[in-house]
Each structure stands twice: as C-alpha cells, then as structure tokens.
C-alpha cells in the first residue's frame, strides 16, 4: 500500500477540525430608521386592544406617524387607529384632533367624517357634529350610516323635524334596519305625534322584536288611554327582562288605573326589591295601599319615597293628603308647605293646604291660601267654592268672637 502524500494528509485533517469546530453566527444586521418605523407602524395597526395594549399601539402610532417615512396612505392610517384608540381610551379631543387631520389630508374620507361627528355628538358637540355629517352625506347620499348619523345629531339639538326629514331618508335606502325606526319614532314621540310613533315602534318590532321597544310602545298606549294594550307590551317586555323595574312600575301603573290595586302593589313590591332607591314606585305603592285604607302601609311607603328623593314634591303632598283624612292637620300643613315650596306654581298643594287650615279653624290662613291658589288655577270651580266656604266660616268664627267679648264688656 503506498503512503499518502504529506499534503493530502494536512488537507484531511484540515477539513476534518473546520467540520467539528464549533461556527460562530453572524452578528444580526442593525436595524435602519426605515425597519423601525415600519414594525412600529405594524404594531400600531395590529396591535392589541386591550386596555393594556391599546397604550403600546398608541406609543408605535405616534412612533410611525411623526417618523416622516410614512406613505401619505400610511399616515392617514395610523392616524386613523390612533384616533380609534383615543376614543376607545376616553381622551375624546385627541381623537377629534386626529380625525381632523385625516378628513384634512383625505376630504373625501366620508367614514373618517362621521367618526368625527359621532366623537363631537358622544361629547355633547352636537351642533359641531352636523357639519361633518352634511359633510359625509354630500360625499354619499345613498350612505344611510351619513344620514341617520346627522338624523341622530338634529335629535341631540332639538330639531326633531329635520331628524324625522333625516330618518325617513335612511329608512328608504335601508328599510330593514329597525334601529332607524325606533329613533325616528321616539323623535315621532317627543313632537306629540304618538300616531306616527306607535307605527315606527311597531314596525320595528316586526323587523326585530326588543324590550325596549316594547317598552316604548307601551307607554305611549298607556298615555292613550290604551291600557290594556300597554299591559300586553309590558308583559311581553317583562319576559325578556323580568327584573326591570322601570316596566314594573309602570304596568303597575296600569293596575292601578285599572282599580286592581292588589296586583298594583305586586308589581310596586316587585320593583322596589329589584331598585331600593326607587323612590317613585314607593310613592306609586303608597297610593295603592292608601286606596286599599292600610294607612300605616302608605305612610310608610310616602316616607320611604321622601327619604330617597327629599326633592318629590309628590310624595310630600300625598302624605299630606292622608294626614288631612286621618285628621292630622298640623302634620299635613306641614307636608303641603314642603310640597309648594319644592313646586312653587303647583295650585294643587296650595288648594290641600288651604282645606287643611280651614278644617282646623284657621280660617284666615285658608283664605289666603286659597286665594292665591284661585290666581294659580282659576278655571278650578272647586277653589273657588271653597274659598267662599272659607270666607263664610271666617265670617262665623268673627260673629262669634264678637259675642264673647261683648258678652265679656262690664255693664
């Protein structure tokens, strides 16, 4: 066997040491200015929204947005994200401070413009809002978003007719969306047109049955006189939402329109457990058990009302009303003074006040009150009787003072 070559043994093992040693990497290549603003704008636009998160991706927005190496599309976008997650965060003026620089950089953004208003309505800005809606809706008269946005926002000023000009608008271009025909309605509602409203609610009802929309018909039933169809839609309403006490209360208004004043109390009962600051429904409760003659019951419930709402002038002057039956008449002079003091132009417990005076002799006092309260209703016939009953026994009690204290002259 011949020898190997000296060479070719040195190249062997050579190679064989460079195959074992161990290879040092590659130091990683440093990141450009470019690579930066990059991942800072994909961490911006991806990432999580989470409380937590959406502080970081605002970080990287304003990292990829002042870098000036965005796109112009980039930058409209990040701007976009970052004013999405200001909203979200609550810092309202920089959202409205970005989507102010996106509809400038992009005029014909119309989803960026009715962003911007929604934020300007979210905060009360609602006239400030209008513009960008028109804004949105000279861009794309057939968006029914643009539309119903500005109805929303006449609604918040107070200009219900152009709202319902602007929801019947977005109703004709989308007329399967139920929300349009509930807002147009209640907006139907607060003009006094409960006809037209009715017709929305149901409506949309058809399109998507809903509590609140129950609810809503509801009352206006039940401000019709209607109320057994009230009853129906409250009962339907508390189905789907048995612990709302505000429908509770109000079909036990029902019940008590309707003299069924058991089942009033049920529903009262019912609606105090659920809310213990309901201070209506404690007074609505004291009525009911006031017309069932359980009077510790009602006064009971008048001073739970009273505690949660010192402010019901209401509630002062029913309790009033039960201590005048009850013969208790400084106390309900005392109910029927709170209760004016807290409705100053309301007759009604200057007319309460007045009979209580005169039913406990004071007839000079009830005069006065009585006088004041004919002023305040003067169509009410019944002040005006019992004002000249007032003056009569006045002039009786004067009659017979004048007799004791002639009888009472030394002769």
Do not use: W
């Not at 130091?27 to 991806?46: G, H, I, K, S």
């Not at 009352?219 to 006490?245: F, V």
């Amino acid at each position: 066997m011949k020898p190997v070559p000296r060479i070719i043994a040195i190249l062997a093992v050579a190679i064989l040491t460079a195959c074992t040693s161990k290879v040092l990497p590659l130091p990683p290549p440093v990141p450009t200015a470019a690579m930066r603003d990059a991942a800072a704008l994909q961490a911006c636009l991806n990432g999580s929204r989470d409380a937590e998160g959406r502080a970081a991706m605002i970080t990287d927005c304003g990292t990829a947005i002042n870098s000036g190496n965005l796109s112009r599309s980039e930058r409209i976008e990040a701007l976009k994200q970052r004013a999405g997650l200001y909203e979200l965060d609550g810092q309202h003026e920089r959202a409205i401070s970005d989507y102010k620089h996106v509809v400038r950089d992009d005029p014909r953004d119309g989803i960026s413009l009715i962003a911007l208003g929604d934020v300007l309505r979210g905060i009360g800005q609602c006239a400030a809002a209008i513009p960008d809606y028109d804004r949105a809706v000279r861009l794309d008269p057939k968006y029914e978003r643009a539309v119903g946005a500005r109805a929303n926002a006449y609604v918040c000023v107070g200009n219900d007719q152009d709202a319902i000009a602007d929801y019947t608008r977005a109703i004709a271009l989308e007329p399967r969306n139920a929300e349009l025909y509930v807002e147009r309605g209640n907006a139907y509602a607060e003009t006094g047109d409960a006809d037209n409203a009715i017709t929305d609610f149901t409506a949309a009802i058809a399109l998507r049955p809903r509590a609140a929309t129950y609810l809503a018909r509801a009352r206006l039933y039940r401000s019709q006189g209607h109320g057994d169809l009230a009853m129906r839609d409250y009962d339907i309403a508390l189905q789907e939402q048995p612990k709302n006490s505000e429908a509770l209360y109000q079909r036990g208004g029902i019940h008590f329109d309707q003299q069924d004043y058991a089942a009033a109390i049920a529903d009262f009962d019912r609606a105090v457990k659920i809310n213990h600051r309901f201070a209506a429904a404690f007074d609505a409760r004291g009525n009911a058990h006031m017309r069932e003659s359980q009077n510790d019951k009602a006064l009971q419930d008048y001073s739970e009302a009273i505690a949660r709402d010192p402010h019901m002038a209401a509630a002062y002057e029913h309790r009033a009303r039960l201590y005048d039956q009850m013969g208790e008449y400084d106390q309900a002079i005392h109910d029927y003074s709170q209760a004016f003091s807290l409705k100053p132009g309301h007759a009604s417990a200057l007319i309460g006040r007045g009979k209580a005076y005169m039913s406990s002799g004071q007839y000079a006092a009830a005069i006065q009150d009585l006088t004041t309260a004919q002023q305040l209703a003067p169509s009410n016939a019944d002040v005006a009787a019992d004002l000249r009953q007032a003056k009569l026994e006045k002039s009786k009690q004067d009659k017979v003072r004048q007799i004791s204290v002639e009888a009472n002259i030394p002769k």
